[in-house]
């Protein structure tokens, strides 16, 4: 079965420093994995995603990720954060079937000033 | 393109009222879900559907209902709401290809009852 596991609830980091965003995955085969961005009180947009090609994927904002293998990660990344990335993030991989998608719980990202 | 559109937006209900979440995409995707979100935490699919007149339990089902007579509309219904359906609900689409699959997300609905 499936899971994903975002290892942070919570992330704060002051504005033009670095953002990292941990998310591990568990998967019997070799799965798409997508990052979701939810502002306050908003829909959920595609961030960037992951389907077996390069292994660094870049996505909107300025966003990347990186999927390791070896590792069973796909952590997501940002050289220079900006006050508009404060939201919630989710680390989503595919289901082995039907097209489903099984969601981490969700990382807040805070930006301080 | 609107993309996926739900109503309403927002909505309260007494317990044991029932309401029909409305869901259209014009995408023409085959594939539509149903999650709900509660505060805190991930997204839980509910029912979802490969096409016309198929559908199929998520992970969440117990207390809904789902059809699909055509291929743009998946509505939701909640039969005697309970306070444990109080969530934001969020319907998606997506299509397939060889590359994979992207879902997209409707503003969601913001339900309350009580």
């Known amino acids: 079965a499936q899971s994903v596991t975002q290892l942070d609830s919570h992330v704060s980091v002051s504005e033009g420093t670095p953002v990292l965003l941990r998310c591990n995955y568990s998967?019997?085969?070799?799965?798409?994995l997508f990052w979701y961005v939810q502002h306050p009180n908003k829909g959920l947009q595609l961030l960037l995603k992951?389907?077996?090609?390069a292994t660094l994927v870049k996505g909107i904002n300025g966003f990347e990720a990186e999927f390791k293998k070896s590792e069973t990660s796909f952590h997501l990344t940002k050289p220079s954060a900006h006050m508009s990335d404060a939201a919630e993030y989710f680390c989503?991989?595919?289901?082995?079937?039907?097209?489903?998608?099984?969601w981490g719980a969700g990382t807040k990202l805070i930006i301080k000033p | 393109n609107a993309g996926v559109t739900q109503t309403p937006k927002f909505r309260i209900l007494k317990i044991g009222q029932s309401m029909t979440l409305q869901c259209t995409q014009d995408?023409?995707?085959?594939?539509m879900y149903w999650y709900r979100q509660d505060p805190g935490m991930g997204l839980k699919l509910i029912y979802y559907s490969v096409g016309a007149g198929i559908t199929d339990k998520g992970e969440v089902p117990n207390g809904y209902n789902v059809s699909r007579s055509t291929t743009e509309d998946f509505p939701l219904r909640l039969e005697l709401a309970a306070p444990s359906q109080t969530s934001v609900y969020f319907c998606?689409?997506?299509?397939?290809?060889?590359?994979?699959?992207?879902?997209?997300f409707g503003p969601g609905t913001r339900l309350t009852v009580l």
């Open positions: 989503v991989v595919s289901s082995d079937s039907n097209y489903q998608l099984i």
């Open positions: 998967s019997s085969y070799s799965p798409s």
């Open positions: 995408m023409n995707h085959n594939y």
């Open positions: 992951y389907t077996s090609a």
């Open positions: 998606a689409s997506s299509y397939v290809t060889s590359g994979g699959y992207t879902q997209y």
